[in-house]
């Protein structure tokens, strides 16, 4: 008879899921990576450059900046776009205000968790002061986004009972990225659980201040908590063991119910790096599929023609984050679904062009987002949505999109992502200055020093 | 009739508690705190001041310390105790560090917050490196110490259900050091509102930290985050309006069913700073009342008896934060209820020495530790506990303290303070340095320049 043991595995103790994921961290290499997470780590990494370039030149990102430079800190590493260097912690708060500022970088659609502004923005900034090698910055990328993407797992999947006013990548983006900077600096396991620990005490941020520069500003605010914490840990300075699952530790207090298995099972098999979808238009993911809706019904209209009437079908989360009639910024228009809406049909595209100041005021958006109506339909996936229209001669035209162009299950070609870096390079790189770093993201894990090639092709050294 | 008025007055919509705050806190006056306000304030400063010269040579600082210097940082403010000048955010951060990190600092017994620290860190900061009248520095100082007060008032005083996990002084002190270094800057309204909202998308920090480095680094970090917040704001960075009180915003996530009028009800007439106590010893405060009791009952035994049996009744939030029969490093021991009663029989005393190693590891505090017995008694206050003491020759002794020391009701005087800031200074200043310096703190509002004072007499410049 086994029914002892059975008993024990019925019985048996919450995961030590700190240690557990420290231990991983501390055992992981490029090489043990199947060569698809390969692949899409270097795809996560040149969608975050680009989302950089795009944004490093918005004004959120140079207030960010004027305060960078009033605080001094050491000429560690590049504040991408600008003529300056400063500490490592407030280059990477930067450089993800500037890859998040414009809403077009990438999602764990699972729990709209924006996984590699936070570890990516860590990862560049100490990589520009020490020499990493593309393999070990590739692998500290995909590991340091699946940390973060299991974490965001158990706070929010079943059995969890989710929190929705959380901003799930201000608490899970800072443990991604000290993991993701410790595994950089070689620490023991120790100091990776001292490193995730000083991280998830640091987890902060909820969905109110969307529509506010604070939108892009907790994404930024999680990588430089990522360095510190890393840092600190380095120096031995110390955190509990159970920081995660401890009695009133990090899951405890931001989630009921929660599974700690999805922290660590599979964990070097299953990725979810796999699950991380890229984003074809400027704007909250959720507002795609109505995009692609209301795009291909564009495509049939007559020039200039605009609908009388407009009646989206969305998944409920849809509307529960961008339930905005009447954005008055472009931060606003960002999470507006009537906004985006609009645009298709007025402007027959959904660019960073449609969310200027001009096309946010300009009469006719006006006037159409007030003939779009929204309902929830919790029948419909994440990715997908139905909009009918009704033509001012009375004709109706129905398109149901079954999955959103950039989802997991369509998802962004190369040459998409390649053609969406090059619209955000524009203005910031030379055509041959971009050509050149898009070549050097793309075989990121081939260079030598990724600090110094990045930041010689973005000609700030 | 008036029954329209009375129903509205019943529907009245949430409170805009983000703006009332803001801009009760952009009309704060020094000359406008009733006289006991401006002397408690005085007294907060000190008591801060003392930590922080308790603190700052602790191992825990020296590593943030080591870190701070390796991040460079503008000479703006001094890191307190060391040849270190860095900017305002770092200093903040490692000053309230030492304030913090000996357990010595004080504390708002109705939600356990330490208000202090991480406002006064981030207001001392700021004033080094602008010319700030005592005025003008007090009444900042009373301003965010009421602002975080109260909000750990709305997330934890009925009807509220709170949240034990989480650790309250990181939640709100980043919110209350915002808007006090805020008010130092003369920000408007809108600037004000953004601060504090910026300042609340940090909020942070869980207890399953506590009994490690973390403990202290919750604070910090708070004190840190709320210079940042201003900072930003002060160049307009903006944040939603209703941060704090917004669907899916800080009081939502943090907090079920709170009222809001905690917030801003009786705001420049009822002052929470009054119910902020000074601790007599290094420990969690809700250990107090028991040590208390055990030094009286250990004052009746002969020189060097101890009790064969220590039976202990507390509040029962003092075995939800310090049941640790066992602890081996002297964070641990700030929290341990049974390290504390054994000290007050085998050390006779319950001051700095007896959180060091050696008292930790002394044989007979671990026999000692292990004849203590604890119960929780909801009957009682966080301020009382009884102890029942069992002698060897079978005699039985029992003692109940009804207002611990340093408790609103029997709270530390003036001389008390005096006499815990002279310990805290022995080894960091002279005497006479020692005794200049307490002589500005009690009158800080009537300083010239604060920063530049207190730095001189500190030896900085």
């Not at 969307?210 to 600190?232: D, I, K, N, W």
């Not at 979808?277 to 400027?282: D, E, F, I, M, Q």
């Not at 989802?407 to 971009?434: H, N």
Request: contains cysteine; charged residues 20%.
């Amino acid at each position: 008879m086994n029914s002892n043991s059975s008993h024990k595995a019925a019985q048996r103790l919450p995961r030590e899921i700190t240690r557990e994921l420290a231990a991983l961290a501390v055992h992981s290499r490029y090489l043990a990576l199947p060569d698809v997470v390969q692949r899409e780590t270097a795809r996560a990494f040149l969608n975050w450059v680009g989302c950089v370039l795009g944004g490093c030149h918005d004004p959120v990102v140079e207030i960010a900046v004027a305060a960078a430079a009033e605080a001094g800190g050491s000429p560690q590493a590049s504040v991408i776009g600008h003529r300056l260097k400063t500490d490592m912690a407030s280059a990477a708060f930067v450089n993800c205000l500037s890859s998040s500022i414009l809403a077009f970088d990438d999602t764990h659609l699972a729990t709209v968790t924006h996984p590699t502004g936070p570890v990516a923005a860590a990862l560049f900034a100490y990589a520009e002061k020490h020499p990493i090698s593309g393999e070990e910055f590739a692998n500290a990328l995909a590991l340091g986004i699946e940390i973060e993407c299991r974490m965001s797992n158990v706070l929010l999947m079943p059995p969890a009972q989710s929190n929705l006013g959380f901003f799930i990548t201000g608490l899970t983006g800072p443990i991604g990225a000290a993991a993701a900077v410790a595994r950089l600096m070689k620490l023991d396991e120790d100091r990776m659980t001292w490193a995730i620990g000083l991280a998830a005490a640091q987890a902060s941020g909820f969905r109110s201040t969307h529509g506010s520069m604070a939108g892009g500003f907790v994404p930024a605010h999680a990588a430089r908590c990522g360095v510190s914490a890393a840092m600190l840990a380095s120096k031995g300075f110390t955190c509990s063991d159970a920081t995660l699952e401890g009695p009133k530790g990090f899951v405890e207090v931001f989630s009921v119910g929660a599974d700690l298995n999805h922290a660590v099972e599979g964990f070097g098999r299953h990725f979810e790096l796999l699950s991380n979808a890229y984003k074809p238009y400027p704007c909250g993911i959720v507002i795609h599929p109505a995009i692609d809706a209301c795009l291909e019904i564009a495509g049939q209209l007559e020039e200039g023609e605009v609908p009388a009437a407009v009646a989206l079908r969305v998944n409920p989360l849809t509307l529960s984050l961008t339930d905005r009639p009447s954005p008055k910024t472009p931060l606003e228009a960002q999470i507006s679904l009537y906004h985006w809406a609009a645009a298709c049909f007025v402007k027959r595209s959904a660019g960073l062009a449609q969310m200027r100041q001009d096309c946010i005021e300009d009469p006719a958006m006006v006037a159409m987002r007030a003939r779009i109506s929204a309902v929830p339909d919790p029948a419909l996936a994440r990715d997908e949505a139905i909009a009918q229209v009704v033509l001012k001669n009375g004709t109706s035209l129905r398109v149901h999109v079954a999955h959103a162009r950039g989802s997991i299950d369509r998802p962004m070609t190369d040459a998409d992502l390649d053609d969406k870096f090059a619209a955000q390079a524009d203005g910031v790189l030379s055509g041959r200055e971009r050509d050149r770093l898009l070549g050097l993201c793309r075989n990121v894990a081939a260079l030598r020093d990724v600090g110094h090639d990045i930041a010689a092709a973005l000609s700030l050294q």
